[in-house]
């Protein structure tokens, strides 16, 4: 589940040398100060148990993420249907990366929650999170896996994913990925992992495979749960996005742009004025 950084980039650059000019805006280096924290890191993923212990663990970890007091985050925007936070990694693999893992939580009124989810899993919705992305290479995996326990229809996919539109000069990025569909919960995760058919990983994998792959392996962790409310439904998020652009860069664009930008998307498909329009 990649993002189409290039692209929210090109966006941002006049809004954040405005805002810097002008001497308002706290830089990314000074956000979330004290805040603390983990993230799970790269697993390798050889066979069914490893991907089914790591989902299990990704389940885990994203429940203990939205579940963690807000003392422990700083807002990095705040309006009547959306809550965006961030901390820092302090613990684990990425404490080194200096890229801040963000939470999100936005109503969508009006919308019905298995439409939502199940809408965020099509090619369509995949495409919503990142425009740049291949129909085509949506619906292929390197491997696929029964996620046995999680209900019906739930499985997880071994995935590699490429960044698109990687500014010039810069190597290609792509993504190895175990995604997971538990549809019976409205839940979808993906996750950084190493696997074999993919010889290579993060410099932040504790051994790193030898491999004559010149490309760059991003990072990347997304999270997200639709829940039903009375009034429609409550879209949850968790991004954590390490391309290697560096990391003042990257938290801006997650931080204060990604999120609004896809709530305001799913507002005008799914939201109370998009269906009496």
Same mark, same amino acid.
């Given at each position: ?45 050889? /066979?069914? #148990?490893? +991907?089914?212990?790591? &989902?299990?663990?990704? @389940?885990? !970890? ?83 896996? /029964?996620? #046995?326990? +999680?209900?019906?229809? &739930?499985?997880?996919? @071994?995935? !590699? ?87 003042? +860069? ?28």
């Amino acid at each position: 589940m990649m993002l189409s950084m290039f692209r929210v980039f090109a966006t941002a650059v006049p809004v954040i040398a405005a805002a810097l000019y002008r001497k308002i805006v706290v830089p990314p280096q000074r956000w979330a100060v004290g805040t603390t924290g983990g993230l799970i890191g790269e697993v390798h993923i050889a /066979d069914e #148990k490893d +991907a089914h212990n790591f &989902a299990s663990d990704a @389940v885990a !970890e994203a429940s203990a993420i939205w579940s963690e007091q807000s003392s422990n985050w700083e807002v990095m925007h705040n309006a009547s249907n959306l809550s965006v936070e961030a901390r820092r990694i302090t613990e684990g693999r990425y404490k080194e990366s200096g890229i801040l893992l963000t939470r999100s939580e936005g109503i969508i009124e009006g919308a019905d929650a298995d439409e939502v989810y199940n809408f965020f899993i099509s090619r369509e919705g995949l495409q919503l999170l990142d425009p740049t992305m291949d129909p085509d290479e949506i619906e292929k995996y390197i491997e696929r896996f /029964d996620w #046995k326990n +999680a209900g019906k229809g &739930a499985h997880l996919d @071994v995935h !590699e994913s490429f960044m698109r539109s990687v500014p010039p000069g810069m190597e290609e990025r792509y993504y190895i990925v175990l995604n997971g569909y538990q549809t019976k919960e409205r839940f979808f995760f993906c996750k950084s992992i190493v696997h074999d058919s993919r010889p290579g990983s993060s410099p932040y994998y504790h051994d790193v495979p030898e491999t004559n792959d010149t490309r760059v392996r991003a990072l990347n962790t997304f999270y997200f749960s639709i829940v039903p409310t009375n009034s429609g439904c409550l879209v949850k998020m968790v991004n954590y996005v390490d391309p290697f652009f560096g990391s003042t +860069a990257m938290n801006w664009l997650i931080g204060k742009l990604f999120f609004p930008d896809v709530y305001d998307r799913l507002e005008k498909k799914f939201g109370t004025a998009s269906s009496k329009a």
